[in-house]
């Protein structure tokens, strides 16, 4: 897997100190510039400590089955051209290497809902997607709210953190449709039904 994050930092300097920091308990793979700059932290084969408590599918310890691309950004910003052409390089490099689906690359918020926000409202997952690094639905008509089977549903796409359905359905409007808000409607319904559709996710027991 792959997760995205941003730093909650407006410089990367900041970030890498922070990240080189043991007290600090946190370290990721990648750490990207808003200028395009990358900045290796942890060897690919090795485990580093980006994604914390979370679960995506059948995963229950992500920070051994992923690896962790940082981007500067303190959450409230659009993130700008050089980084996000980076990051699209990187990710094509990454996934090649380790044989990871589009469906496996994910958001800290996704696999810690409630619990983490980034990469936020304002990353351009849909942008991944157009070149085949990440996912992006085409829904249908969207059936009456129903949150028992929007759980389903989204428990099939890879969300499967313990948490409130309120929650869950806030963490995949930060990704899917962030200009969303309010009771779980029809569009929120279309958008888990494809997804478990087109890309599931096993979500299985254990911590494989």
Same mark, same amino acid.
Request: hydrophobic letters at 50%; aromatic letters at 16%.
């Given at each position: 897997m792959v997760v995205l994050h941003y730093t909650a930092m407006a410089e990367t300097g900041a970030a890498r100190d922070w990240l080189c920091t043991p007290e600090a308990q946190v370290s990721a793979h990648y750490l990207i510039s808003p200028h395009g700059g990358l900045i290796q932290m942890v060897g690919e084969d090795?485990? +580093?400590?980006? +994604? !914390? +408590? !979370?679960r995506w599918g059948a995963v229950t310890d992500v920070n051994s089955r992923s690896i962790g691309i940082e981007i500067t950004n303190s959450g409230a910003q659009p993130f700008c051209e050089p980084q996000m052409a980076c990051l699209e390089a990187l990710l094509a490099r990454v996934m090649a290497r380790w044989g990871i689906a589009p469906q496996r690359v994910i958001g800290h918020s996704d696999m810690a809902p409630g619990r983490k926000q980034d990469p936020g409202r304002r990353f351009d997952w849909r942008r991944l997607a157009r070149r085949g690094l990440s996912i992006w639905p085409e829904p249908a008509a969207g059936a009456a709210p129903d949150m028992a089977r929007f759980q389903a549903l989204a428990a099939r +796409?890879?969300?499967t953190a313990d948490v409130a359905p309120e929650v869950l359905l806030d963490a995949l409007r930060q990704r899917f449709r962030p200009w969303g808000f309010g009771p779980l409607g029809p569009e929120d319904m279309a958008i888990a039904a494809d997804l478990a559709t087109r890309f599931p996710v096993d979500a299985g027991p254990g911590s494989a």
């Open positions: 090795m485990r +580093a400590w980006h +994604a !914390g +408590a !979370g +796409a890879g969300y």
